[in-house]
């Protein structure tokens, strides 16, 4: 088995086959009865709600962008993926999470066993997990465009993004939104003690803005006007982040992102103002509504003691005020919060949620503190109080995988169902949705209602099923 760190990679370089070789990377095969959906897992209303289906592979995509030799997979049925083994292939890829390493090692399993497969290979965040290095041929850690570019005879030194295009809907089926991903730095350095973003990739690096410009014009091509923006931190260089928003603007796109407070806090004002103020074009006056639509910012917790302790450099009260100051624009927040650590307690945590839950967010994120592999906190955690849990299916922020010393999982289980009934209600949804319109037609009057109606329509419209698209990059 041979594991490759980014720079030691793009340094000895993958041996290049004579021939073209056959590779295919895959995800984990899809859960038929139970289809992944983000804002169903932080969510336990059955009544109404939005959904946020996790239907393509963000990194896969990119790969296939930069290296249009692969193939893909995008959560294929454990039939279909069974099917595309008999194709035979030099390698087969599997990108997985940490919580997908049990179905990823029996993918594994069965490449080998098919007798079609030359190597198995292992890449995205499940790779940082230490004992599955001993089951592939090669383990990649990080944005694998580089480290896998030699094995084609090729590089990929300037990322071209892909075109990511995906919808929100609701539990009645109806498609509300229509919606463009963008990612315009990659990697995070600030060194959270719980995340893994920085044992991923430590280097942030941003994405070329002729790339970004590039992909911006595909989807206003395709008529699609929102973009969410998914870096982990968006603005980690401020100067970059700041030529993005100039090009959002340019190309009259509705956007949100997720940033940390101390950039938000900034820029708020200033972003608003660009939304308020029109600006004529050639054509005429821009869309009705356009600009900054509002963020996701990682609360964590209330209490500095905590924030300092997982060194999340950020000052509780400033994070609020970030909150208020979105709020106060009529602008989307979305909130990520964190319950369980050892200070908790279960009066501890029910005060805290309620406190949340008063926020009145869009959408509030709860996790259960889990240590995870290669971070400063599961060292932590399995030093002092040790974890039981190995089993990773449970490493998915749901579940209290190690001693903590005043709750059991049982509780904690508990305390979590309870804490998401009561920060995500029944009227979120209706909430948010009053919230938008009303922002719509203050802005704009019957023209924005009109803009949001054509969301709609268009979101329904659309073909999602033409599988994943590519653009050219320069020169071609």
Not at 33 to 49: C, E, H, L, Q, V
Not at 111 to 134: C, D, F, H, M, Q
Not at 306 to 328: F, G, P, S
Request: one cysteine or more; aromatic letters at 12%.
């Amino acid at each position: 088995m041979k594991s490759y760190e980014p720079e030691e990679a793009n340094r000895i370089g993958l041996e290049q086959k004579s021939a073209s070789p056959r590779v295919l990377f895959t995800t984990v095969y899809r859960n038929e009865t139970k289809p992944y959906d983000y804002i169903g897992a932080n969510s336990r209303s059955r009544w109404f709600r939005f959904r946020w289906p996790r239907n393509q592979s963000f990194g896969l995509r990119f790969l296939k962008q930069n290296i249009p030799e692969i193939e893909i997979a995008e959560f294929p049925t454990f039939e279909d993926y069974r099917r595309r083994l008999a194709e035979g292939w030099d390698v087969v890829g599997l990108s997985f999470y940490l919580s997908e390493t049990e179905e990823a090692l029996e993918m594994a399993d069965l490449a080998r066993a098919s007798g079609k497969v030359g190597e198995v290979w292992a890449g995205n965040y499940g790779a940082l997990t230490p004992e599955i290095k001993e089951k592939f041929d090669r383990v990649f850690v990080g944005y694998a465009e580089s480290q896998v570019a030699p094995y084609f005879g090729r590089t990929a030194e300037r990322i071209v993004h892909p075109p990511l295009i995906e919808h929100l809907d609701t539990t009645f089926g109806l498609k509300l939104n229509i919606y463009g991903a963008l990612f315009t730095i990659r990697g995070c350095s600030v060194g959270c003690k719980f995340c893994q973003a920085p044992c991923f990739c430590n280097r942030p690096s941003p994405l070329p803005l002729e790339s970004i410009d590039r992909v911006l014009s595909y989807y206003q091509e395709q008529g699609i006007k929102v973009v969410v923006i998914e870096d982990e931190s968006f603005g980690a260089n401020r100067r970059h982040a700041d030529r993005v928003v100039d090009l959002l603007d340019e190309h009259e796109m509705v956007w949100g992102c997720m940033a940390r407070a101390d950039y938000l806090r900034d820029k708020i004002d200033e972003w608003a103002e660009m939304r308020r103020t029109p600006k004529r074009r050639s054509c005429g006056w821009r869309n009705p509504v356009s600009g900054f639509a509002g963020a996701a910012i990682g609360i964590e917790n209330f209490h500095q003691e905590v924030l300092d302790d997982v060194t999340k450099r950020e000052r509780a009260e400033e994070i609020l005020e970030t909150v208020e100051r979105l709020q106060h624009h009529g602008l989307g927040t979305v909130g990520y919060y964190m319950i369980g650590f050892a200070g908790d307690t279960k009066g501890s945590m029910k005060e805290d949620i309620e406190r949340l839950a008063a926020l009145k967010l869009d959408l509030t994120q709860i996790c259960v503190l889990t240590p995870l592999p290669k971070t400063e906190l599961w060292e932590e955690i399995d030093r002092r109080y040790g974890i039981f849990d190995r089993d990773y299916h449970h490493y998915d922020g749901k579940h209290l995988v190690w001693n903590h010393p005043s709750i059991t999982p049982s509780e904690m289980e508990r305390v979590l169902d309870r804490s998401m009934r009561r920060v995500n209600p029944r009227t979120a949804p209706l909430r948010s949705s009053a919230r938008i319109w009303k922002k719509a037609y203050q802005e704009a009057g019957l023209a924005g209602i009109r803009e949001l109606l054509s969301y709609i329509f268009r979101a329904n419209r659309f073909d999602y099923d033409r599988g994943p698209r590519m653009l050219k990059a320069d020169g071609d």
